[in-house]
């Protein structure tokens, strides 16, 4: 759904899945959104990674629900809206 929705994310087949942003202070903006949504996420820009790489990291686990994933996928959707990601 998040790709659908016109996020670009990376590292397809594991639990750790990039949401590529770009931009560091508009990856450390939507990480402080989503955890005031009860959704900790990091964001990491340079030097962690290369500059214009800047990206949010998403880990998933067997422990969470299907609500769980589902709600995290909706508040990336409207939180990326209304930063103009989307």
Known sequence: R???AGFTLAGEGHAIIPVMLGDARLASLMAEKMLARGIYVI????PVVPKDKARI??????AHSTEQVNYAVDSFIEVGRELNVL
Not at 43 to 46: D, I, L, T
Not at 57 to 62: D, F
């Open 43 to 46: 964001g990491f820009s340079y």
């Open 2 to 4: 998040m790709s659908d």
């Open 57 to 62: 990291r998403v880990q998933l686990s067997a």
